[in-house]
């Protein structure tokens, strides 16, 4: 079984669309975030959920929305798609959100916004 | 806010070359993490220093923690094709989340 899965892997939509990636993790962590990967493999941090609280929000955009129905899923809701939001989003989670556990990624979102 | 600094960006190495990238710190750090991402892939956790002057190996690759807590070097002994891919550094911030360095491209020309 896959411990971090994310759908879909692969997002191709028009600017000005709204969009969501689904993210479910089977490990039973506490903690989930979302990466923003550019072209340059730079990762960012977007967001951060711990125990369905909101702990870190990085200065993203506010079109940018994270939703966590439980604990085992974080789902990423994007507004009005623009070029730049192009990227691979990568979900994430990890045993209790401090800076000494690892983090277990999902195989990634590549999104392309034409 | 805080940052890990990762150089070099990009590394071509002929197979059975050394590589070596380091990731730098303007502040301590109470741990440091490393992670390799493979082409098309996703990060993947390595392994975490914690402790000043710690050195920790995985075969061919070694691990250090400066012990000013500062740096921290991954180096791989005789790169193989299958080392291909990119290697991150990861520190903590003031959010006790991992921030991630710039990531080191590493190529190995068979």
């Known amino acids: 079984d896959t411990a971090v899965s994310q759908t879909p892997k692969y997002l191709v939509t028009q600017m000005g669309n709204d969009k969501s990636i689904k993210c479910e993790q089977n490990?039973?962590?506490?903690?989930m975030y979302w990466y923003k990967q550019d072209s340059k493999k730079f990762l960012k941090i977007m967001f951060s959920y711990n125990n369905k609280e909101l702990i870190i929000n990085e200065t993203v955009p506010n079109r940018f929305s994270p939703k966590s129905p439980d604990k085992a899923h974080l789902n990423l809701h994007i507004n009005s798609l623009e070029l730049g939001d192009s990227a691979v989003y990568f979900c994430?989670?990890?045993?209790?959100?401090?800076?000494?556990?690892?983090?277990?990624f999902g195989q990634g979102t590549r999104l392309t916004v034409v | 806010g805080q940052q890990v600094m990762q150089i070099p960006q990009y590394q071509h190495v002929q197979e059975g070359e050394d590589f070596t990238t380091y990731c730098n710190s303007s502040?301590?750090?109470?741990?440091i993490q490393w992670y390799k991402q493979r082409p098309g892939g996703h990060p993947v956790f390595l392994i975490q220093l914690v402790k000043s002057g710690e050195v920790k190996k995985q075969k061919r690759l070694t691990f250090q923690f400066g012990e000013a807590k500062k740096n921290s070097s991954l180096h791989i002994t005789a790169t193989q094709t299958t080392d291909v891919g990119t290697y991150f550094c990861a520190g903590p911030t003031n959010n006790n989340d991992m921030r991630f360095g710039a990531g080191t491209r590493l190529t190995v020309k068979p």
């Open positions: 502040t301590t750090l109470s741990n």
């Open positions: 994430a989670s990890s045993q209790d959100g401090g800076a000494y556990t690892e983090a277990f």
């Open positions: 490990l039973g962590h506490d903690t």
